[in-house]
Nanobody, 127 residues
């Protein structure tokens, strides 16, 4: 497993932006698919975005398409989630997750796929 630490969350006004970071340590991060998930109070954890090992393939939840951008810098063992045009309904704890995969273009949208999780970072959007 790889150890993951999220950062970059905070309190922002609607329409604002944040960049979340997911820093990894412990193993070769470039061998891992990475996903971002979020959990709002009283709701189930939901998929947000995923990126392949190489960074060449990404996928987003419909609710965030056009506003969120996932990227990675394998040299820095870090994955980013740029969040623009924030809405109050984006308020949640955001988690990154990683799963090793031999396929450079594989992605994963299901939480059960991932075997390593960070502790989460809180994003709060005020209206």
């Amino acid at each position: 497993q790889v150890q993951l630490v999220e950062s970059g969350g905070g309190l922002v006004q609607a329409g604002g932006s944040l960049r979340l970071s997911c820093a990894a340590s412990g193993r070769t991060f470039s061998s891992y698919i990475v996903g971002w998930f979020r959990q709002a109070p009283g709701k189930e954890r939901e998929f947000v975005a995923t990126i392949s090992r190489s960074g060449m393939r990404t996928n987003y939840a419909d609710s965030v398409k056009g506003r969120f951008t996932i990227s990675r810098d394998n040299a820095k063992n870090t994955v980013y989630l740029q969040i623009d045009s924030l809405k109050p309904e984006d308020t949640a704890i955001y988690y990154c997750a990683a799963d090793p995969d031999v396929t450079p273009w594989a992605i994963a949208t299901t939480a059960a796929t991932y075997d390593s999780w960070g502790q989460g970072t809180q994003v709060t959007v005020s209206s």
